[in-house]
T-cell receptor, first 115, second 109 residues
Framework: NAGVTQTPKFQVLKTGQSMTLQCAQD?????MSWYRQDPGMGLRLIHY???????DQGEVPNGYNVSRSTTEDFPLRLLSAAPSQTSVYFC??????????????FGAGTRLSVL | TQLLEQSPQFLSIQEGENLTVYCNSS?????LQWYRQEPGEGPVLLVT?????EVKKLKRLTFQFGDARKDSSLHITAAQPGDTGLYLC?????????FGTGTRLQVFP
């Protein structure tokens, strides 16, 4: 079982560059989400999707775009990278959007540094 | 605004000791979850508590949800090196899940 797969594991960008963080799940989950994790701040929700073709903003969406063209994939795009976006990014998926009732499975993360 | 504060932030103990991690808020939560995260990995759900005063046990881990549903605790009995990791609480003040600040636990053999 692959579960939730994130690529790349590490990335270094220069300020102003753009890139896409990939996320794929093979569990046929409808709900997918992106978080960023910063020291002392836990995880903060960036964007989420309740199904193919549907996306919505989370707590910290500025500077990020998402799309959900298939159930399996939920890429996160950084439009113009800034040092403040240096963080560890986690993708997660669950069977349904009711996270109190559905286990959320996380990928191993992408560690991003913006210089 | 961080709604969920965890304490302590760091904890280093010897194998065999007991410990308690706290998760506190001024807001009421409909339910609360605890996760463990190991280095280089994503968080893994340990438990969900939904009723005020609820106590759940997972082997040597005991989770409690406060009566007023504003706080929770995680107690580990006879800690082992395998318990080392980052422990995160997470709760639902609305329909959105928010995470706590985290407690990093190191258990030395």
């Amino acid at each position: 079982n692959a579960g939730v797969t994130q690529t790349p594991k590490f990335q270094v960008l220069k300020t102003g560059q753009s890139m896409t963080l990939q996320c794929a799940q093979d569990m046929n989950h409808e709900y997918m989400s992106w978080y960023r994790q910063d020291p002392g701040m836990g995880l903060r929700l960036i964007h989420y999707s309740v199904g193919a073709g549907i996306t919505d903003q989370g707590e910290v969406p500025n500077g990020y775009n998402v799309s959900r063209s298939t159930t399996e994939d939920f890429p996160l795009r950084l439009l113009s990278a800034a040092p403040s976006q240096t963080s560890v990014y986690f993708c997660a998926s669950s069977y349904g959007a009711e996270l109190a009732k559905n286990i959320q499975y996380f990928g191993a993360g992408t560690r991003l540094s913006v210089l | 605004t961080q709604l969920l504060e965890q304490s302590p932030q760091f904890l280093s103990i010897q194998e065999g000791e007991n410990l308690t991690v706290y998760c506190n808020s001024s807001s009421v939560f409909s339910s609360l979850q605890w996760y463990r995260q190991e280095p280089g990995e994503g968080p893994v759900l340990l438990v969900t508590v939904v009723t005020g005063g609820e106590v759940k046990k997972l082997k040597r881990l005991t989770f409690q949800f406060g009566d007023a549903r504003k706080d929770s605790s995680l107690h580990i009995t006879a800690a082992q090196p395998g318990d080392t990791g980052l422990y995160l609480c997470a709760g639902f003040p609305t329909d959105k899940l928010i995470f706590g600040t985290g407690t990093r636990l190191q258990v030395f053999p």
